[in-house]
């Protein structure tokens, strides 16, 4: 598969920048075109937060991911050591101050749409395997068990299927399942003419959830999405409800979720996120406790999520709905634009405004 970012390279004589949450599948894709870029790259395993963001000193700007922390806290810190500018890596910026940095006078870009596909084909790809027990069967074939117990699914033809969040994967994910021939309806704030004339039938969120068989989430997290799925809505749900989430962690109530599952009022939970995901993903904690033999048990033994995902009716995957060849090569390019437009003094095509 080709790799090479198409992206015309102004390079920045003067541009120091400091990318965080570096790690190996981002260094041919994304950090070596940065460094094609600009002169002065510099890349940090380490997740921004407040004990790393003084690493940043000296920096004009900062090249962040999904599980960089940067609070109030964090851009006054940056903002001393001289940073003007952060250039999201992803599309969610939930993670930072906005605010904060304007008003610091830093100004912050991200990757709006690097592949909606990417995301609604993951999302579609944990719908299929939860339904027909794929995790399951896996491992029980590995083991020489070919038995069939426990692995019925259901035709998806002919189901209710509720996305919540009509924006750019939302669609992607309704038109991928409308050749499944299932119903489509949809909850969101603002009705897209493209998801009418796809057929997707808009309602309130209290009439998606009793008529759902599986919902798919596609919000950003925000104040006013944050627990949208808590146990009030959980109650609406039919008993036998599958629920994805590649959005954000935020959006579902994990506590009460875990409950819904343990008591089987919800049929079954995918997520490629989950609310307290900075502490776990994009680590081998596995390999970390083994290094660490006659140490104390790390805490996320102790961490709810290791009650979620024991659950069999729960899938979980780090994080990776965005990794595919083509999202990375439109990461790096898009990053690249916003921050030559940056150095260049120019307007931000993608600049995230309150
Ligand atoms: P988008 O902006 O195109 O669409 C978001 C939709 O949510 C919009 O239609 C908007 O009207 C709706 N919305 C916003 N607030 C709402 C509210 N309070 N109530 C109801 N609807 C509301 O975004 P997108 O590109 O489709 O991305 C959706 C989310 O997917 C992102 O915000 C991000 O959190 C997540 N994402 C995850 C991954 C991953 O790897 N798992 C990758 C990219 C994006």
Redesign the pocket.
């Given at each position: 598969m080709k790799s090479a970012v198409v992206v015309e390279l102004s390079t920045s004589t003067e541009l120091k920048l400091a990318v965080f949450s570096s790690c190996s599948y981002m260094e041919k894709d994304i950090n070596d075109p940065l460094r094609e870029a600009f002169t002065e790259v510099v890349c940090f395993d380490a997740r921004l937060d407040g004990k790393t963001a003084k690493l940043a000193e000296g920096f004009d700007a900062v090249c962040l991911f999904?599980n960089d922390s940067c609070d109030a806290e964090v851009i006054e810190t940056l903002s001393s050591g001289g940073v003007k500018f952060i250039a999201m890596r992803?599309?969610?910026y939930?993670r930072v101050d906005v605010a904060a940095a304007n008003a610091a006078g830093i100004r912050v870009s991200r990757v709006?749409?690097?592949s909606?596909y990417?995301?609604a084909e993951?999302a579609v790809t944990l719908m299929l395997t939860l339904n027909r027990q794929v995790h399951k069967s896996y491992l029980r074939v590995r083991e020489g068990n070919f038995t069939l117990d426990g692995l019925v699914g259901f035709d998806m033809r002919g189901k209710t299927v509720g996305i919540?969040?009509?924006?750019?994967?939302?669609?992607?994910t309704a038109g991928i399942l409308k050749g499944f021939g299932v119903r489509i309806v949809a909850?969101?704030?603002?009705q897209?003419a493209e998801a009418i004339e796809m057929g997707i039938e808009y309602m309130e969120?209290e009439d998606l959830l009793p008529i759902c068989d599986i919902i798919s989430?596609?919000?950003?997290?925000?104040e006013?999405?944050y627990h949208?799925i808590d146990e009030d809505a959980i109650a609406l749900m039919k008993p036998q409800c599958m629920v994805i989430n590649?959005?954000?962690g935020g959006l579902i109530d994990t506590a009460a979720m875990s409950e819904a599952l343990k008591r089987r009022d919800v049929g079954s939970l995918a997520i490629?996120?989950y609310e307290k995901e900075q502490a776990l993903f994009f680590q081998d904690l596995a390999s970390q406790s083994d290094s660490q033999a006659g140490s104390s048990i790390p805490d996320y033994f102790d961490h709810e999520y290791t009650m979620l995902a024991s659950l069999p009716n729960v899938i979980v995957t780090p994080?990776?709905?965005?990794?595919t060849q083509e999202?990375l090569n439109n990461i790096a390019e898009s990053t690249i634009i916003s921050l030559n437009e940056f150095s260049r003094g120019d307007t931000l095509t993608n600049e995230v405004k309150l």
């Open positions: 999904v992803c599309a969610g939930d709006p749409a690097y909606p990417a995301i993951h919540i969040g009509t924006g750019k994967i939302g669609r992607v909850y969101d704030i603002f897209s969120l989430l596609h919000l950003p997290l925000s006013a999405t949208m590649t959005s954000r490629d996120v994080h990776q709905a965005f990794l999202a």
